[in-house]
């Protein structure tokens, strides 16, 4: 058993090494893998960057669009309050004499202790 293992180890070995020197196979075998590495690496982030850029002007077209709702919310209860609506609904309103205002009171106690 760990005679095996010591030939997959001399085997691996003598892949990168090649009379105790590097091999130039192995070293551009390693450059192949690391240039790979890199370039997922910057796929990865190039791609998070850009969802979140998406994201981003998405939020930020909502936001604008509730803020201009607000504003014609806030415009629309300005106008509802301004005096010359009020003055327009309570036209034609007459004060009432003296004899023709009741008030309600109550006859009986509903509910004693």
Do not use: K
């Given at each position: 058993?760990?005679?095996?293992?010591?030939?997959?180890?001399?085997?691996i070995r003598s892949l990168f090494m090649r009379?105790?020197?590097?091999?130039?196979?192995?070293?551009?075998?390693?450059?192949?893998?690391?240039v790979v590495l890199m370039g997922l690496v910057s796929l990865t982030v190039l791609n998070d960057k850009s969802s979140k850029g998406y994201l981003l002007s998405k939020l930020e077209g909502e936001r604008q669009e509730l803020v201009t709702d607000g504003e014609i919310t806030d415009m629309l209860t300005l106008r509802a309050r301004s005096m010359t609506v009020i003055e327009e609904k309570t036209y034609g309103m007459v004060k009432p004499e003296r004899q023709d205002i009741y008030y309600v009171t109550p006859v009986s106690v509903v509910a004693a202790r």
């Open positions: 058993m760990y005679e095996a293992l010591d030939n997959a180890v001399y085997t009379n105790e020197r590097v091999s130039a196979v192995s070293i551009g075998a390693v450059m192949l893998l690391a």
